[in-house]
């Protein structure tokens, strides 16, 4: 999960980012299954972003909101942690709203 926050925390906050985040999180998802839910969540939370505003123009307020709440749930997520602890990660992740 760190190479994918600091890949992150390089990046612009906008939608192709966004985007190309979806294709590290399908990449991610097969190269380590152990972490598959996890990047699917992330995939599915990032994709309902996307969707919102592909078409649309995004208000820098937005994405700059988007995005450090995005890169804050990556910085709290520990994969070498109990299952239990994974698990609560997981349902964080789950009540994840970009765009709100």
């Known amino acids: 999960m760190n190479e ?4 992150l925390a390089g990046q612009h906050p906008g939608l192709k980012t966004f985007k190309a ?3 590290k999180l399908s990449q991610l ?11 699917r969540l992330l995939h599915g939370i990032v994709g309902s972003y996307v969707e919102e505003f592909d078409e649309a123009p995004l208000p820098s307020a937005i994405a700059d909101r988007a995005y450090r709440r995005l890169l804050q749930s990556l910085a709290e997520l520990d994969s070498a942690a109990e299952p ?7 349902n964080r992740l789950a009540a994840l ?3 709100q």
């Open 4 to 7: 994918l926050y600091f890949w």
């Open 21 to 23: 985040l979806q294709l």
């Open 29 to 39: 998802a097969a190269d380590h299954p152990e972490q598959r839910a996890m990047c």
């Open 84 to 90: 239990a602890h994974q698990l609560g990660d997981l």
């Open 97 to 99: 709203n970009l765009t």
